[in-house]
């Protein structure tokens, strides 16, 4: 038994160049695999920042909501409705919308996304956030968000140097005319695939900044906050077998898992970052299994000499496949190894939640693995077709 490894290994590094090319082009499909993970998994989680540091239980949106950059405002009513249902015990609007940040340094418009709620009802679960709640009462006051990208300008550099109070120019999509705000504080959130920066303001502040943009008794998302013991699902049920069908409501999770659907089936980048992760798959095992052909072919006089003297080809198959998890082990290392180092690079560079987790790392490994046994599965065709009377 522990004669097989050693065969196995020994093939493998008989001929050292294309070893080593052998495990850096597996490694190379293994980064791939990483990539896309990656920054799969930071498409949905910057996508769905939002929904997760929402302060309630219940979501109350449009008919029409797609997701939180392409959304639909509804009646405001439609959510005071709600405080009449057993189980509620208060609610609070939201708004969103898309302007215009002039960057304070070269004049350059850029857009940024504005989140509204009236402070006395906070529902963002943000503790610096929280901590400047104060300030955002005050009139034209807003908190910027630090991890936005770095076109909008040295704003968060001057507040963090002393600037506090520092004007800022907001253009709305609809006006040439800007409105000036100051900036009382910072925090963090980060940007996503569909937005470059964000600001929390009051919600009179918000209405001051899109004045023209919707009546003020249009919102974007409710919130709604359940009294203690009561169910979610139950309560939810009720209200949508009651509120009018111009409503969606959702519990936390089914929010974020419907803004999660939008970006992965109803989005480019969502289909490409699929369809790229099928094809690296694809071409992981096509490498893998020329690799294994190709040592089984310049094996093949040793292979159809153990034949003659005895062994069968349960024990030849097995020498294969050793070979692929040979191959699918040593290409891991380096692969995730230098996938730590891109990732912290493009965490870097994009501002995205580009990061390893525990997840990414079993499921690269599990798929390694599999790509190298179904190519070695395909190789062994050319196994089977040893015979020692071809050599002898």
Same mark, same amino acid.
């Given at each position: 038994?522990?004669?097989? @490894? ?21 490694? /190379?499909?293994?980064?791939?695999? /990483? &990539? ?18 929402? %302060?309630g239980?219940?979501f ?54 504005? &989140? ?5 009802k906070?529902?963002?679960? @943000? ?64 940007p ?29 998302i409710?919130? &709604? ?43 480019? @980048? ?35 000499t153990? %034949?003659? &003297? ?40 994009? %501002?995205?939640?580009?990061m ?8 690269v490994l ?14 062994i ?9 071809? @050599?002898?």
């Amino acid at each position: 038994m522990n004669t097989k @490894i050693p065969l196995a290994w020994l093939q493998l590094v008989q001929q050292k160049l294309r070893f080593v090319v052998a495990v850096a082009g597996i490694a /190379f499909i293994v980064l791939l695999m /990483f &990539i896309q993970l990656g920054f799969q998994d930071a498409l949905y989680s910057s996508a769905t920042a939002v929904h997760q540091n929402l %302060k309630g239980d219940l979501f109350l949106v449009s008919s029409q909501y797609k997701s939180l950059t392409a959304n639909q405002s509804f009646s405001r009513n439609r959510l005071y409705q709600t405080l009449g249902y057993q189980g509620v015990e208060s609610v609070s609007p939201m708004y969103l919308q898309f302007a215009k940040l002039k960057n304070p340094v070269s004049g350059e418009k850029y857009s940024i996304y504005v &989140i509204g709620f009236d402070p006395g009802k906070p529902v963002i679960n @943000i503790p610096e956030v929280q901590e400047n709640l104060d300030r955002l009462k005050l009139p034209n006051v807003v908190l910027f968000d630090r991890d936005s990208r770095p076109e909008f300008g040295p704003i968060s550099e001057n507040y963090s140097q002393g600037e506090t109070f520092q004007a800022i120019e907001i253009f709305p999509f609809d006006s040439m005319r800007g409105y000036r705000v100051r900036v009382g504080g910072l925090f963090s959130l980060g940007p996503s695939f569909g937005v470059d920066g964000n600001l929390i303001v009051s919600d009179s502040t918000f209405m001051r900044i899109n004045p023209n943009s919707r009546p003020a008794e249009r919102i974007d998302i409710g919130i &709604i906050k359940l009294k203690s013991g009561f169910d979610a699902n139950k309560v939810l049920e009720n209200l949508r077998d009651s509120i009018p069908n111009d409503v969606q409501i959702f519990t936390r999770k089914q929010f974020i898992n419907f803004e999660k659907k939008y970006w992965a089936s109803r989005t480019p @980048i969502g289909f490409i970052l699929n369809l790229m992760l099928t094809m690296a798959s694809v071409v992981g095992v096509v490498i893998v299994y020329q690799i294994l052909y190709s040592n089984i072919a310049t094996q093949f006089i040793a292979y159809a000499t153990l %034949k003659a &003297i005895g062994y069968a080809n349960g024990y030849l198959l097995n020498v294969v496949f050793q070979q692929a998890l040979i191959l699918a082990l040593l290409a891991y290392i380096p692969g995730f190894l230098i996938s730590i180092a891109l990732y912290d690079f493009a965490m870097q560079a994009t %501002k995205l939640p580009i990061m390893m987790t525990t997840n990414n790392t079993l499921i690269v490994l599990t798929s390694t693995v599999l790509i190298c046994i179904t190519s070695g599965a395909l190789a062994i065709n050319k196994l089977r077709s040893a015979d020692p009377a071809d @050599i002898f």
